[in-house]
């Protein structure tokens, strides 16, 4: 099994190293960690995009590239995530592990140096962000919120969210809106890039061949410019513990083909800071998490009501999204039997290969993380965001002891608190 050390390199700077020969690669992220907030969400999303565009010392974008081929052909991206209420911006990089390069060259160091170059030391003109850098990244990013709208499904389960989580941080997009982007200056956006190297927890997530001692100088020098602050700022999330008397309904018509039905549920305040989460956990893949769910075998196979039919868990948030795709007349019907499928679970009428097979695709899903250095540096973001230390084959270990009751038990705790429809025009 890898080795997995985390340890503070400066106050609110923290390192996750993965120890281990398993890859090829290594990969390397530096992540921002601020609470995600409607006025700030755009800036923070497009400063990682600027930063991507030069450097002081690799001014354009081809001046990066050929600093990146020095490294075996190495990649360094941008990413933008979310996390509960967490905003998460930063880069993430993948490079030749050190143990296969060619001369027995450090690979470690540089791209370190490079990745932390990208961030702290952009290219700038009269003080400032480019203006051409900010201008042309402001109108990719407001083409990548506009282009949302053409992936139906993804469309209409951020739809739902923004009505369920109206006037929660929750409910904020990642990438911001477009009116807040399309305010963005050169100005403003040097003036956000400086508050978050201030303000934010910043995580930094390592796997390879390289020793946590040599990986955490690398990034200590790497990052030594970063400002100081013993007060960066712990993610937070707020959890609404039931939903109202009555579910809020949302339709809303456009020319498409297809229905999309989504419905959000409360889980009572049930977060993965509990100790019956693994029971949540494994409910919502019986109830619709795999293909072996409920949702799935009744609702689309047998009935044929839904193209698709799934349920996600968001664990910090307290929630658990149904996205279907029907016929428009089928509303009714869908939403019935969909809702029925719950009851059967909060009734604890689940089949022994129903609950076994959903325990078996999530705890293999929990194993093959560490197969992925992607992967696994998404569930410890996760973690991260959470506060929580939980590896994989711990979190895995929790769900083989879930019981068939514990599994129903946690189902009840859900609440229906928000409907969203998306239909065809009319005529």
């Known amino acids: 099994m890898p080795q997995v050390i985390r340890r503070e390199l ?6 996750r190293a993965v120890h ?18 409607r006025e700030t969400a755009g800036a923070n999303a497009l400063i990682p995009e600027v930063l991507r565009r030069g450097t002081a010392i690799h001014s354009d974008m081809e001046s990066l590239s050929a600093a990146l081929d020095e490294l075996y052909g190495g990649a360094i991206e941008p990413a933008v995530r979310k996390r509960g209420e967490t905003q998460c911006v930063g880069f993430a990089a993948s490079f030749l592990d ?32 480019s203006a051409d850098y900010t201008a042309g990244e402001k109108a990719n990013l407001v083409d990548r919120i506009r282009a949302q709208i053409n992936d139906k499904r993804t469309y209409a389960a951020q739809r739902l969210t923004q009505e369920m989580c109206r006037y929660e941080a929750f409910g904020a997009d990642k990438l911001g809106d477009e009116k807040a982007v399309a305010a963005i200056t050169p100005e403003s956006l040097w003036e956000r890039y400086q508050e978050l190297l201030r303000t934010a927890q910043v995580e930094i997530y390592y796997c390879g061949s390289a020793g946590p001692d040599r990986v955490a100088e690398a990034l200590k020098r790497a990052l030594s410019a970063l400002p100081v602050n013993e007060n960066r700022a712990d993610p937070d999330c707020e959890v609404r513990v039931s939903a109202g008397p009555e579910p809020v309904v949302t339709e809303e018509a456009m020319d ?3 229905g999309k039905l989504a419905l959000g549920f409360r889980t009572g305040g049930l977060t993965c800071w509990e100790e019956d989460y693994p029971a949540l956990y494994l409910a919502v ?7 072996l769910s409920k949702l799935f075998m009744n609702v689309r196979e047998r009935l044929s009501l839904c193209y698709y039919a799934s349920a996600t868990l968001e664990k910090m948030k307290g929630l658990v999204l149904v996205s279907s795709g029907i016929e428009f007349d089928k509303y009714q019907t869908a939403r019935d039997e969909i809702l029925a499928q719950l009851e059967a679970v909060k009734r604890g009428e689940i089949e022994d290969w129903e609950l076994e097979g959903s325990r078996r695709t999530l705890i293999g899903a929990c194993m093959a993380t560490l197969d992925d250095q992607g992967r696994q540096e998404e569930f410890w973001l996760g973690q991260a965001s959470a506060g929580l230390e939980e590896s994989p084959e711990e979190f895995a270990a929790r769900l083989e002891t879930v019981t068939r009751e514990q599994v129903a038990a946690a189902a009840q705790k859900l609440e229906l608190d928000t409907i969203y429809f998306l239909k065809g025009k009319e005529g």
């Open 256 to 258: 498409v083909t297809q």
């Open 98 to 129: 050190d143990a296969y390069a060619l001369k027995g060259e450090k690979i470690l160091e540089p791209a370190a140096d490079l990745m932390c170059e990208i961030l702290l030391k952009p290219y700038t003109q009269n003080g400032v962000f």
């Open 10 to 15: 400066f106050p609110g700077v923290w390192l």
């Open 20 to 37: 281990t020969g398993k890859f090829k690669s290594s990969y390397l992220s530096v992540t921002l960690l601020a609470p995600l907030d």
């Open 285 to 291: 893949a019986v109830f619709g998490g795999t293909t």
